[in-house]
């Protein structure tokens, strides 16, 4: 009996005729919408009986193998009593520059329709043809060439054969992977309490290709309450793969670590880590040519044998494996990464590889994505992450210097700067040393930003390593592409300094963008332990009528956690007045039990000035503080100084926010206490200003959804890092008048409710 393997022409040839290496020196990427509009142009030139994007399907047996090959031509031309195939390239490339044998993989494409379509007409012979469309001057260039039946079946048994290795490594996992997770049972000896809950809804989700919204707390294991379901609902055949988004390295190992423990109970998946590529990369510089680094010399004649190796023999694939496999097949570390993620059945990566429009994965076809559930970690990060993957802005400077610096090398880019310059002049004039608004883009820039562009193209294409021109080539690039974006979530912030103006485009609400991305996949699970309000993630994220939600409890008794308030102002201008007062409050706290403490501030600057007035009062502790730009290596010491069974108390300052903040897990009497001074209310900057101003025009409570909801979340991921277990117990204290208000206490989680309140009479017994 055969087994069956379904593949669509492009991805068999580009895998049996990738060769070469990687080049990342300087190419123009035409969209996929003006990719189209080129094949369109050319289509439009074909005759009567031609016929444009034909659909081909063929079986082929190889072996044990049955291979359903399907495709779709760009065309079938009737020629007398003949057919010709033609297959569309558009290109930036000058066509001088392509000759017959070029690309392949190009002929590899076009041979297998033109096979299919001998098959299905009943031809001995076909011709082949190759157009190539310049993007610019939509010049046309082809190539042809006839084939006998007997060229192309041998053509196609070829392809089928490089294949072969890799097809059958695909069938067989994807046995291993559909059988170990129907028999997989929960990792855990038991579920905690509203575990099974949350499990059950991310099944249901995933089930009926819905969307989640979970707000599930600290310590109800939620990177398993979500990975467990996903991976049991595609052993019934829900879906295919996984996209776990995180925003930070450390819930990345979580992720890994819950497939080891899956794999532990018998689960056969491939989980793959994605790590930046300046993190990852072997060389000194991330120059991604052959001259310059050998792992990108020749990549592609060696990436088909490195994977099948990586595959074969590893399962979850962390930054430690890439590495031995890509040292050993002399690959680049970050693109084997990538070339593993298209094949795996999970990948573990940032919330940037699926939602910025600047780098998600774009090999990752549309079909793929249908089959895909997307699960994201701690998702209020995204609200903030999102606005800037969506925003764009210029600078005045960049192309002054520009147009100074291309003077005398080439005029074409030195006036199109200059150009741009003159606009900046008279934006600066409208906002006169402060700053406008607008609701709309200028399109006049846009038509120079255009033409900048295409000038910067040409000169990059000659010689593609001017950094400076780069930069400011794709700065230009991500703009224009923001600004197609454009809709009323948007403001344009134009600011001006004594000699700079700037123009950003500010995407203050990024539900819009954020929902028409995910709605390529066949599910997504949003979750945080700091949805709170739920509605307001919701809003900012993107929630659809039919979307589903949960929230669940605590499972810790509530008894472990004594929580306090003390109703002292943390405000700017009273903090002078009452910096002793809070000081008895800390020390209150840490001589009432020796243990170790973690202080949370909403400034480095608020935090070392209370860190001098605490270290001055000689309180019986250790103290460590945080400093802004800590190394890896610095963090790590910071928490490794959170030891139990210290001989004296501990006294950690840190900020609201920070890296100390969210995603650290000091278990058991690693962590005693934790005292959050203020309210974490962000920076009171023009573009919170604006964006406050911007969301009461849209009938929402600007103060609350620009400074008290993201504030409050600040407080409760700092208060979250108390209790990590059943058996932690801790006091957590909140320091501000505002706690008291009804507005900010709402916003407390149900367990902290229960509060006892410090006063200069009333103090922790
Ligand atoms: S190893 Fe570094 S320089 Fe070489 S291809 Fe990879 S990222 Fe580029």
Redesign the pocket.
Known sequence: MHESIKVSVRPLVEYAFRSGS?D?RFRTATTMHEGTKLHQYVQKQYGEQDQKEVPFEMEFEYDDLLFYIEGRCDGLLKRNDSYVVDEIKSTSLPLEEINENSYAVHWAQAKCYAYMAMMKYDQATISVQLTYIQSETKEVRTFTNSYSLEDLSHFISEVIQRYTPFARWKVDHHHRLIDSSRSLTFPFETYREGQRKFAGSVYKTVQEGATLFASAPTGIGKTMSTLFPTIKAIGEGHGQKIFYLTAKTITRETAQEAFKMMEDKGLIATSVTITA?DKV???E????QKD??E??DG?YDRINEGLLDLLRNETRITREVLEGYAHKHRL????LSLDAAYVADAVICDYNYIFDPRVSLKRLIEEQKKQTTVLIDEAHNLVDRARGMFSAELHKSAFLQLKRSYRSTNQEISNAASSINKLFIDYKKSAQSGYVVQTDVDEELLVHLDTFVSVCEKELLLQGNDEELLDVYFTCQNFIRIAKLYDHHFFTLVQAGKSEASMKLFCFDPSNQLSRMRNGFRSTVFFSATFSPLSYYQNMLGWEDDDYQVTIPSPFPEENMSVYIAPLSTKYREREETLEPLIDLLENVVTKRKGNYLFFFSSYGYMERVYEAYTDREIDTDTILQHQNMTEEEREQYLETFTSGRSKSLAGFAVLGGIFSEGIDLKGDRLTGVVVVGVGLPNFDTERKLMKERFDLDGKNGFEYTYVYPGMNRVQQAGGRLIRSETDKGILVLIDSRYVEKRYQQLLPFEWRNFDLLTPEKKIQ
Do not use: D, L
Request: one cysteine or more; hydrophobic letters at 30%.
């Open positions: 990687i990342a590529k990369c072997f060389k510089k991330t120059i991604c310059y680094c792992y990108a990549y680049c570390p970050f693109e």
